[in-house]
């Protein structure tokens, strides 16, 4: 049976297998002795006995001398961090993927990057790098929001205007930011959902989302972009743009529920239409149909002396022609420029006068009647 808590973890002998409860109470109370070597010895003796000492430390915590209470909450962070390790070295030495020796959110990780060696030592990185945020995580999603939330200012904080420290930024912190972020159960803010789509830009992360053999940083991506968000929240945008920038499929979902009626702002909106035609297929042309009566303007531009408006419908149009393998041209769109991330720029998907759009509409339906019924 795997592990499931540090104190199940067969380590070396220490301290801890000799002591017994008198003489950590002993030790405990030396913590506020009048002398400092006392204290100071006794505050190393409970370190080195470790984790049969925690609950002994965990009551000190409310002590009534304030000596007392500072040592045994110094005491439990260090026995607390000297446990981590030795779990974290057991965890990469043992292959065995049950095992997981209590570290936070390895199950859920696993379903998502897999268990190979590449996997696991991602996930000892991460969780080298965000400790705290992955026990948030696993322990208390619905409060971890407001920690990611906090990670994602202080890393931005600590690169701001630093080229170097920016192109340095840690693949594990992205990594373990991103997959607190693509939890359902964790509550994402609109600064935290901005953060983790600027860290989908950076060196390291872009590196290892087109690295061959495929990076298990990559399902923590898909995850991430994988989860719906309110229509009218950047974030539901955004991401469309982070999963064509990296072909990730786990978009398109979210991306329907975007263009449901009533629709969010045309402006964010054909984002969702273009990441279907990129990431979709054919059978998603039904979705969107009801798109073409959709008359909302995302631009008005001036093209060789001609206005060319882009509307929602245009967006949609093109998107399924893509998606049928027709093309662009035969349907009378004359601006239309190619980009390698979006398929094309929104704007450049607008007609010259209502007349040539009725026309596409028209051939269209006619395909559509002989094609798709």
Same mark, same amino acid.
């Given at each position: 049976?795997?592990?499931?808590?540090?104190?199940?973890?067969?380590?070396?002998?220490?301290?801890?297998?000799? $002591? =017994?409860?008198?003489?950590?109470?002993?030790?405990?109370?030396?913590?506020?002795?009048?002398?400092?070597?006392?204290?100071?010895?006794?505050?190393?003796?409970? @370190?080195?006995?470790?984790?049969?000492?925690?609950?002994?430390? &965990?009551? $000190?915590?409310?002590?009534?001398?304030?000596?007392?209470?500072?040592?045994?909450?110094?005491?439990?962070?260090?026995?607390? =961090?000297? =446990?981590?390790?030795?779990?974290?070295?057991?965890?990469?030495?043992?292959?065995?993927?049950?095992?997981?020796?209590?570290?936070?959110?390895?199950?859920?990780?696993?379903?998502?990057?897999?268990?190979?060696?590449?996997?696991?030592?991602?996930?000892? =990185?991460?969780?080298?790098?965000?400790?705290?945020?992955?026990?948030?995580?696993?322990?208390?999603?619905?409060?971890?929001?407001?920690?990611?939330? $906090?990670?994602?200012?202080?890393?931005?904080?600590?690169?701001?205007?630093?080229?170097?420290?920016?192109?340095?930024?840690?693949?594990?912190?992205?990594? !373990?930011?991103?997959?607190?972020?693509?939890?359902?159960?964790?509550?994402?803010?609109?600064?935290?959902?901005?953060?983790?789509?600027?860290?989908?830009?950076?060196?390291?992360?872009?590196?290892?989302?087109?690295?061959?053999?495929?990076?298990?940083?990559?399902?923590?991506?898909?995850?991430?972009?994988?989860?719906?968000?309110?229509?009218?929240?950047?974030?539901?945008?955004?991401?469309?743009?982070?999963?064509?920038?990296?072909?990730?499929?786990?978009?398109?979902?979210?991306?329907?529920?975007?263009?449901?009626?009533?629709?969010?702002?045309?402006?964010?909106?054909?984002?969702?239409?273009?990441?279907?035609?990129?990431?979709?297929?054919?059978?998603? @042309? !039904?979705?969107?149909?009801?798109?073409?009566?959709?008359?909302?303007?995302?631009?008005?531009?001036?093209?060789?002396?001609?206005?060319?408006?882009? &509307?929602?419908?245009?967006?949609?149009? !093109?998107?399924?022609?893509?998606?049928?393998?027709?093309?662009?041209?035969?349907?009378?769109?004359?601006?239309?420029?190619?980009?390698?991330?979006?398929?094309?720029? !929104?704007?450049?998907?607008?007609?010259?006068?209502?007349?040539?759009?009725?026309?596409?509409?028209?051939?269209?339906?006619?395909?559509? &009647?002989?094609?798709?019924?």
């Amino acid at each position: 049976m795997a592990p499931l808590f540090a104190a199940d973890v067969r380590l070396p002998a220490n301290a801890g297998e000799r $002591a =017994d409860a008198d003489q950590i109470a002993i030790l405990v109370r030396e913590l506020g002795a009048n002398r400092f070597i006392v204290r100071q010895h006794a505050q190393r003796a409970l @370190v080195e006995i470790g984790l049969p000492a925690k609950a002994a430390l &965990e009551t $000190a915590v409310h002590d009534p001398d304030g000596e007392v209470r500072q040592r045994a909450r110094q005491a439990l962070a260090a026995i607390a =961090d000297v =446990d981590f390790h030795a779990r974290l070295g057991a965890f990469l030495a043992d292959l065995d993927p049950d095992h997981h020796y209590g570290l936070a959110g390895w199950q859920r990780y696993r379903s998502l990057s897999g268990e190979s060696p590449a996997a696991r030592r991602l996930f000892a =990185d991460m969780q080298r790098a965000e400790r705290e945020l992955l026990e948030a995580v696993a322990n208390a999603p619905a409060q971890a929001g407001a920690l990611l939330d $906090a990670r994602c200012q202080q890393v931005e904080n600590g690169i701001a205007g630093d080229p170097f420290k920016q192109s340095h930024l840690s693949l594990a912190t992205m990594s !373990a930011l991103l997959f607190a972020g693509g939890n359902p159960e964790v509550p994402v803010s609109a600064h935290a959902g901005g953060s983790l789509f600027s860290f989908g830009s950076q060196a390291a992360l872009a590196q290892a989302m087109h690295a061959r053999p495929p990076s298990p940083v990559r399902p923590l991506v898909a995850a991430w972009v994988g989860r719906s968000f309110e229509i009218d929240s950047l974030t539901s945008y955004r991401n469309q743009l982070l999963a064509m920038q990296y072909h990730l499929k786990e978009a398109v979902a979210p991306a329907l529920k975007l263009i449901q009626p009533p629709g969010g702002r045309p402006e964010w909106e054909h984002f969702a239409i273009l990441a279907i035609a990129k990431l979709g297929g054919q059978e998603h @042309v !039904a979705a969107l149909e009801p798109l073409l009566n959709d008359e909302r303007t995302i631009d008005a531009s001036d093209r060789g002396g001609q206005k060319s408006d882009a &509307e929602i419908r245009d967006v949609a149009l !093109a998107a399924m022609l893509h998606l049928t393998g027709q093309k662009l041209s035969d349907y009378g769109f004359q601006h239309a420029k190619a980009n390698p991330t979006l398929l094309w720029n !929104a704007t450049s998907l607008g007609f010259n006068d209502p007349a040539a759009r009725e026309e596409a509409l028209k051939k269209w339906r006619a395909w559509a &009647e002989k094609h798709l019924k």
